[in-house]
Structures are given as structure tokens and as C-alpha cells.
């Protein structure tokens, strides 16, 4: 079935850890790719996106993900965290064909001890 | 800067009874979605809105499930005869074209049915 998998549930890092979380997709065609993150309390908030063009985008708070196309992957990186990126993160896809829905991973909730 | 807005914040209600919930989207955004997290799952699309109708709807949303914009800024979903099964986080989101641009997402209605 067609889906989003994020593959990291729970992660634990100290701070100024490096930080890199997963997501596969398994639609074919031209996908839209972001990463959300609802912060304790707060609503979903774009990190960042990808529509087309250099595969490497850069999103806010020093995030950044990859776009690999021959793996069906957008993976999330930050090279040092800070306590205050303790958060969910959710991957989602904006499939082909479809009126702009999201379908989202099961998300990742990251904790950083500082 | 301009948030999309839901009430109530958590609902508590029988099984069988209806409830309406409600959002206030971005005022210049043109589309509407309704999307739900069930405790511990994944956030799941239910429906996407544009023009005053209908534009996707997912297997979730059954015939027990309707959504209205009844003025120029609510945006409504109802559900008809509630089960304990739709006790989830509702969540309203609102975008302002249906390409290349993020969704903005509401805080959320915690939904109970006992």
C-alpha cells in the first residue's frame, strides 16, 4: 500500500548531538515532500519543503533534508540540537494526482537533555 | 501573524450524539482541509474543500461526516451520530492555493465520545 514511514519513534539526543530522522515514501511520480513539527502544545508548524529543483533544501531553525529520488527518501538533518528542538516531528507527502492532501508519517517525537 | 483558529479546544460527548466542529481558517485562503489524529496514529486526511464543495474525501469520511464554510470564514465538520472510534485530535487546515504552498495548520479539537 501506498504510504509514508518514518522509521525512528522516539529518539534521545543530548544537545549539540547531530540529528538525522528518516522518511520514505512509497508513491510513484512527482511528490511535494515537507516536514512538519508540533512543538509541546503548539499546532503543526512547516519546517521546510520540497517542490522541485536543488534536492537539498534548507528550512528554519538551522534544519535541512534531502530529497534522494532513487530512494524514495526526504530525511530531516540538523548538525546540533538544542534542547528547544524537543518536538514531534512528522514527515508528509503530497501524492500525485491528488487535491493538495497531506499523508503524513507516524511521526517522531525527539527529546534533547541538555 | 495570521493563524487558523478552532473551537472548541476539547469535546467531550455520548456516543450517538452529533457534534460540530469548528474552525476559522486564514482569511485570503482559498482551500480547507479536515485532517484527525487518533492517539497514538498517524495524522490521517479526511477531506480537503474548495469552492464551496467537496474537492477529496478519504475512506474515513463516511456518510456520518459533513463539512460546511456556512459564512465567508467558518469552516464546519460535522459528525452525525458519533461513535467511540472517532474520539481523536481534529485538526483544521487552511491553504491559500492548491499549489506549492504549505498548509497552515489549527491547534486542533481533542474529541472524547464515551
Known amino acids: 500500500a501506498q504510504s509514508v514511514s518514518q522509521h525512528n519513534h522516539h529518539v534521545i539526543l543530548s544537545e549539540a548531538a547531530s540529528l538525522e530522522l528518516g522518511c520514505n515514501y512509497s508513491y510513484g511520480g512527482t511528490v511535494n515532500l515537507f516536514w512538519y513539527v508540533q512543538y509541546p502544545g503548539q499546532h503543526l508548524q512547516l519546517l521546510l519543503k520540497?517542490?522541485?529543483?536543488?534536492?537539498l533544501v534548507k528550512g528554519i531553525k538551522g534544519f535541512e533534508a534531502e530529497f534522494i529520488k532513487s530512494k524514495f527518501s526526504f530525511n530531516l538533518r540538523k548538525p546540533s540540537v538544542q534542547w528547544s528542538d524537543t518536538a514531534e516531528y512528522f514527515c508528509a507527502v503530497n501524492p500525485p494526482s491528488a487535491t493538495n492532501k497531506l499523508i503524513f508519517g507516524t511521526g517522531t517525537l525527539l527529546a534533547v537533555q541538555p | 501573524e495570521p493563524e487558523v483558529t478552532q473551537t472548541p479546544s476539547h469535546q467531550v460527548t455520548q456516543m450517538g450524539q452529533e457534534v460540530i466542529l469548528r474552525c476559522v481558517p486564514i482569511s485570503n485562503h482559498l482551500y480547507f482541509y479536515w485532517y484527525r489524529q487518533i492517539l497514538g496514529q498517524k495524522v490521517e486526511f479526511l477531506v480537503s474543500f474548495y469552492n464551496n464543495e467537496i474537492s477529496e474525501k478519504s475512506e474515513i469520511f463516511d456518510d456520518q461526516f459533513s463539512v460546511e464554510r456556512p459564512d465567508g470564514s467558518n469552516f464546519t465538520l460535522k459528525i452525525r451520530s458519533t461513535k467511540l472510534e472517532d474520539s481523536a485530535m481534529y485538526f483544521c487546515?487552511?491553504?491559500?492555493?492548491?499549489?506549492?504552498?504549505?498548509?497552515?495548520f489549527g491547534p486542533g479539537t481533542r474529541l472524547t465520545v464515551l
Open positions: 487546515a487552511s491553504t491559500e492555493s492548491s499549489s506549492y504552498n504549505e498548509q497552515f
Open positions: 520540497y517542490f522541485s529543483g536543488d534536492p
